[in-house]
């Protein structure tokens, strides 16, 4: 295909994605009314945010930069939940642990284009993780909270 024609397209691509993307509100909704997973909830809106900033600021490093912050930090959120499923003896742990996999599984398909063009990327791991994020906070997260309080953390 004509080289000119595959810039133009990519640059319609990243435009019409920019135009999808905005910054995010945290909302007292999507509490857990757990402090610390709150927190960390809090903090992974924070990086989708720096990640929005990073894509209007039109720095290529500063996106990679922040795409490996927030993927790292899903990471570490990820396993803190699961260790308390394994601590507390959970009964819904493997459905949860299993949305998990699937959520890492989505992101490195991603993170493996991650050279070829940032950008695109930035916008499409924006898109898949705000959609993800609330739909699992409310239909997956909420439902440990029982059992994580009658451990006591609250
Ligand atoms: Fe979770
Ligand atoms: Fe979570």
Partial sequence: MDKKY?????WFKIYTM????????????????????????KHFVGLMNKL????Q????????????ELVTYADAHFANEEAYFYKF???????????HRKIRAEVGEFL???DE???ELGYSLFD???DWLFKHIITMDKKYVSCFKEHGLH
């Fill in 112 to 114: 493996a284009r991650k």
């Fill in 6 to 10: 595959l810039i133009l397209e990519q």
């Fill in 57 to 68: 600021s039109d720095k290529k490093d500063a996106v990679s930069k922040v795409i490996d």
């Fill in 18 to 41: 920019r135009k999808m993307v905005k910054y995010i509100d945290w909302d007292d909704r999507f509490s857990v009314d757990v402090r610390q997973i709150d927190r960390q909830h």
């Fill in 89 to 99: 003896h959970y009964d819904d742990a493997e459905a949860h642990i299993a949305e």
């Fill in 52 to 55: 929005f900033e990073a894509m």
């Fill in 128 to 130: 898949l993780l705000e």
């Fill in 117 to 119: 063009n940032p950008f």
